[in-house]
Each structure stands twice: as structure tokens, then as C-alpha cells.
């Protein structure tokens, strides 16, 4: 076989196995075989540039920069639909149908899944363009993003037109979009509001390889062209699955609005158990002709009507606007609310998130307002009781002042976010930051909590993180609730933890944007502290997964003199600054791009022995198994339910040897 052909084979592999993970959600290989084969691929491409294929499997990784997205005209404009939120609504909607069609009207029900709208053109069965909704007439060409998604098929299969467009939503599952949050979370940052927010801004961003890093997917629903030779929506529906495009199937036929109410009955309940964000149901006519006889008014398509679910809403009094702020200096405004039950919890505090954000709605101090939970995550407040603001209400003012050390706040163009600019000296960021150290994810230091540390700021003992090692236990002990054995604890604590590994150190170090997996890309990269510091923006782009916005602040963090100096104190008191000898000599990338669930008891290493194993040759260590997990190492005692999720998803279930010859 000569190269092209083993290119083409391993392009043809991957985009099954591509389908198969993403569309299908029945993976067939490991992603440990996967990468394997990915990476087989880029070398032979690299080796081989005569052979480029903008199609490739490899191109998914994103990588091309879009500084303006070209504004195209739609072939077919996008309408929006007209909503409906009662039984009533409906009704009159079919009666306005059966008025103007002749014999009986079948109906499809499809969830109506909350995210951005998308137009994909296809061409000889491949991808051509990816065009936003905006106005309906026109939108932005993200082609290069939308590359990016995993479950949008760029070379189609079977039968398919010769042109065509296929419109569909570009969502954030709950679970992708949890995790984001949680690094950003760690990393000091306001967390995103809600998944369909963030899918749609996901589209506009100038690096598509940040893009590639999101979990994005891409559920179709109705396709657009001339000499389709396509009769019904439904018919549409599942020629678009054989094509090779993700198709959610929990559409149906309806014979009547009855069997509709039905539809809308049941996935109002169970919608809380789906992956996405859906916000209610789309009713279509499913004969295509009868939609053709219909026809469009203004706005809307007169053979579709959305029904929207009903959010938990409530009101309450908000009693005070109070400004937080965290280990970044950012500002978040927070409403204090009465207490009120909100789906199943009691709802307290809601973020305001931003001076724009209270400006917009106009809320204030003593206004009545109404809460739900935004994309059924996050409490937030959707508007404000106007007939019940009191006469003496006052506007919100903004703080312009940091509200603990009073410095002028700053607000960076492009950024939503105010922000106290004085790093060392506002108290609530020199907690933060020593709090973040201490985690148990960073140095973790044992006898040494979030209030030991705030205590140890207000009476002037640590102003920095590198004053913990100068502390001593005469002065630690006549603290408030610290006996002797507890000073002990904590002074111990502190010595153990110069031994903590480098790549946890310089998480430690809370350089904003540099998360646990970030710190331990540099870390494994460059070796040591001193030429991290060193490196330049164009350096560390270079590195896998950085991108500018994590190259620009970790240049500005060694940058700071201040930050430098710490840097020094913490090498002179023997924290690990670099890799060690030892580890270098067993580091590797084999595992890289797998990911590993360990369960059970072992026999010839520990657990912890064994996640290091993985996590010193490049894999990841899981708590929980997904459709993304690699491999499954069980113990003896293996969780049941953990061995049964597994089978169930055709997960490789190996032991501690298995995994050890896996190394070699």
C-alpha cells in the first residue's frame, strides 16, 4: 500500500470512528486508539503536504484565526418561529392550518433544543459554508469553527442531494458546560452564565482551536434546497441521520393536537433528564407540500409553531446590592434576596454579574423581582416588578471604589468585568490567592484552612503565599482557636509541603487563566520555573493547549517584580520550582489524549502510585466513566455499578499488569 492509500484509509477509519463517538454515540474503538490513529495520520500528512485535505480528520483540532467573520447572505432565509405557551395557543394555530388545507394534517414534534442557530451548506457532499442565523436574511461565515465540532459530518454518505442547506442549533451539553465552569472557577474567573450563551459566543471566537477545545455538538432539524426529493419533515429527518448528521430521535408523529399535548406533556417532565438546555417543543406540519401550500408570513413559517416549557419563576424582595471580590480582583455584584424556594432549593443570593447587566434590567435596592433558574443551573434574576418599586426608589450606581481597600477600580476594554487593580494590597485578593495555594488540589497543606489563612492576613503575619514558610509556631499558637497541637499540625504541614511536585506548584502559584491541566502542560514543556519565565507570548502558544490569552498572563505574572520576588523566596525556602531528576527519567507522552477511571484495590502498586503512573506518561485520571474514558483499571472490589456502566458503554476493562504491559 503507498502512502496516499494508507492516508486515505486512515481518513476513511477515522471519520467512521468520528461518527460512530460523536453522532452515534456508539464508540467502536478506544480513544487511546484513536489518538493513536489520529496521530499516525498528522505525521504521514506532515511528511506529506502534497496530500492535504482540508476535509481530514485532523483539521478538527481547529488552528485557523478569524479576525473579521464575512458577513453572507443566506440561499434560503432563516425565519424565526412564532411561540405558543398554552393548549389554547395551539388550537388556534391548527384551526388557522386546517383553514387553509384540504384533507387531514399529520404533525411532527421535535424538542426545541436552546442553543445558536446554524446554516450548513453542502455541496457534492461536502461542507461548504456555516453561516449564524443573524437577521434571518444574512449572518457570519464561522465555517472554520464549526470544522471544529466533532458531530458536523464535513464529507457526507449515501444519497444526498447535490446542494443543500441543513439548519440546525449549535448546543453545550450540561456536563461540558459544568466542567467549564469548574476550571474557570479555579482559575479565578465568573463563571459562564448559561450553556446557550456560551455555545453562542463559542461561534465568534478568532481562535478556532479554543473552539475545538469546547464540547459543542450540533442537533439538526429541517433541511432547505430545490429537487430535494423529499415528501414529509419526517421522511427529511432520517435521510439527514443516514447522511451522517446527529439527528435527535426524540422527534415523532402526531396525529392530532392531542397526541401533541401529549408529546409536550411528557418531555416537560422528562426534559430534566436529557443532556441539553431545550426550552420546549416545535410542531410541524410533516407533508411537504401542505408546508409549500401554507406558505411564510412576515416572519414566520405558517406550518410551524414552537410551544415553550414554562421556566420555575418566582419573586422576591431584594434587600442589597453587596460587591464581591474575588482572588483576580474582579467585581461581581451580588443581589441579596429574601429567601424564597426555587425549584427545589432555597434561593438567597443570585450574581448580578456585571455593571451592564444591572443597568439593562435597572434594577435596585428594594425592588421586587423575578428569579429563575438560568438554563436551569444558576439562579438569576429575569426582570424587575415595576408596579411594586417603591416611589422613593433610587437608580444603581455602580461602585467606582474597590469595596475593601477603596482603589479606583478599572474596567479593561472588551471586558464586561470591573476590576480592583491593586494586587498586593487588597486584602480580599491576598487571601484568595493564599487560599488557592493551600487547596487541596495545589500544596495542599494539612492543619491549614480558609480561615486560619484569613486570620493569618488580618493580624499581619503572611502577605503573600511565601510568608508561610517563615512562620513560626510561637506566633502562630496565641492565635484565636490554634493549640498547640493544632499549631503543630499546621507548622508541619507547611514543611511537607516543599516536597509538593512542580507541576502543582505552579498551579499553586494562581496565574489567572493557568489551570490544573495548564499548569501541568508548562510544567511538563519547560522543565523548570526560571525558563518558564523566560518564555515570550510566541513561545508559549507553541505549547499544546495555550493559547494567547494564557500566553499573555503568564508573561505579565513574570513580568510583575513583586511576583519575581516571591518566586525567589519560595526557591530559598526549598519549594519545588522544577521537575525532579527522577521524574524527568520517567516521564512520557504515551498516554496522552486517554483517559483512565481507576477502581478497586491493587496489589503491586497503590492507587495514587498508579494515577501517577498515568497522569507522568500523559493520560488523564476520571472519577467517573463517561462514552470518553479509555480504559477501566479495576482492583480487586471494584464498584459494581462502575463495572456495569462500563460494559454497558464497551469500555476496555484491564488490570494493573494489563495497564503496566500497556506502558512497555
Partial sequence: MDIQQQITKLRDELNEHNYNYYVLDQPTVSDYDFDMKLKELQTLEDAHPEFADAFSPTQRVGGAITKNFETVVHDYRMYSLDNSYSKEDLL???????????????YVCELKYDGASISLTYENGTLLKAITRGDGVQGDDVTANIKTIRSVPLRLKGDYPPRFDIRGEIVLPFEGFMKMNEERIEMGEEPYRNPRNTASGSLKLQDSAEVARRPLECLLYNITGNNLNLSTQFESLEKA???????????????????????????NVHRHDLPYETDGVVVKVNDLHQQEELGYTSKSPRWAIAYKFKAE????????????????GAITPVANLEPVELAGTTVKRASLHNADQIEKLDIREGDTVFVEKGGEIIPKIIAVDLSKRPADSQPTHYIKHCPECGTELVRTEGE????CPNYNGCQPQIIGRIQHFISRKAMDIEGLGGETVALLV???????YSDLYTLKKEEV???ERMAEKSTDNLINGIEVSKKVPFERVLFALGIRFVGETVARKLATHYKSIDKLALATTMDLVTVDEIGTRIAESVVAFFKSEENQNMIDRLKNHGVQLEISAEKLANQTNKLDGSTFVVSGVFESVSRDELKKMITDNGGKVSSSISKKTSYVIAGNNMGPSKRTKAEQLEIPIITEYDFKTLLS
Avoid at 92 to 106: C, P, S, Y
Avoid at 243 to 263: C, H, I, R
Avoid at 416 to 419: E, P, S, W
Avoid at 458 to 464: A, C, F, H
Fill in 92 to 106: 388556534d394555530w391548527e384551526t388557522r392550518v386546517k383553514k387553509m388545507i384540504d384533507g387531514e394534517v399529520q
Fill in 241 to 267: 441521520r443516514a447522511w451522517g448528521f446527529k439527528v435527535p430521535d426524540a422527534a415523532t408523529l402526531a396525529n392530532s393536537t392531542s397526541e401533541v399535548l401529549e408529546f409536550i406533556d411528557y418531555w
Fill in 313 to 328: 419563576q418566582v419573586s422576591t424582595l431584594l434587600n442589597e446590592i453587596t460587591y464581591q471580590v474575588g482572588r483576580t
Fill in 416 to 419: 464586561a468585568q470591573h476590576y
Fill in 458 to 464: 488580618k493580624e499581619n503575619l503572611i502577605s503573600d
Fill in 477 to 479: 499558637i496565641n492565635l
